[in-house]
């Protein structure tokens, strides 16, 4: 079965500054990876994905996210945070089942951006 | 634009209701999914649906069941609410297959029990 584990439960940087998410996967196969952000009482937003091909992957927003196969990480990471990238994010890792695609969400990251 | 529609943002249920949670989405897609999740638990997996009238147990089907009768609906059942069934409730759709480009997520309901 997969897994997704984010260890980070709280992060806290300055507007301006860089940004890395950290996500670690467990699959047996060429994983289906993605990024979700949630913002305070809306839903999931879906920031990019990782199918095959190119590791580097870029998404909205500015974010991007790198798929290292030897880790089993796909971290997320933006070079400059804004005020509003403030909320929680989540990464995903996504298994074929019975015809349909099954997500299996990490427990999250909520990101704070101080002015 | 694609959307997932949940019927209500809020629901208080007393506990021992039936309670119905309904979930729309108007792109075709083929599978649905019920998510509750819950802070420090990320969201989990309770129900999926790859096709009509098909379901498939998640992660924490106790306490619930689903319905799918026409591909745009899927309904969360829980059949004899808890206190501990209090939680936000997430549905959401995607194609199937490998050309899914992921889920589409519904704004969530928040369901307290009492």
């Known amino acids: 079965a997969q897994s997704v584990t984010q260890p980070d439960i709280h992060i806290t940087v300055s507007e301006g500054a860089s940004l890395e998410l950290r996500c670690n996967y467990s699959y047996g196969a060429t994983p289906y990876l993605f990024w979700y952000v949630q913002s305070p009482g809306q839903g999931l937003q879906l920031l990019l994905k990782y199918f095959s091909g190119d590791t580097l992957v870029q998404g909205i927003k500015g974010f991007e996210a790198e798929f290292k196969r030897s880790q089993s990480s796909f971290n997320l990471r933006k070079p400059s945070v804004h005020w509003s990238d403030a909320a929680e994010y989540f990464c995903?890792?996504?298994?074929?089942?019975?015809?349909?695609?099954?997500?299996?969400f990490g427990t999250g990251t909520q990101l704070k951006v101080e002015l | 634009d694609v959307k997932v529609t949940q019927s209500s943002r809020y629901l208080v249920k007393r506990t021992g209701e039936k309670v119905f949670l309904e979930c729309v989405q108007d792109m075709d897609h083929e599978n649905m999914f019920w998510y509750r999740q819950d802070p420090g638990l990320g969201l989990r997996l309770i129900y999926f649906s790859y096709d009509v009238k098909m379901k498939e147990k998640g992660d924490i089907p106790e306490g619930y069941s689903v319905s799918r009768e026409k591909k745009e609906r899927f309904s969360l059942i829980l059949e004899s609410a808890s206190t501990n069934q209090t939680s936000m409730y997430l549905c959401a759709s995607s194609l199937p297959g490998t050309a899914t480009p992921g889920a589409f997520f519904g704004q969530g309901t928040r369901l307290t029990v009492v």
């Open positions: 995903a890792v996504g298994a074929l089942t019975g015809g349909g695609n099954k997500l299996t």
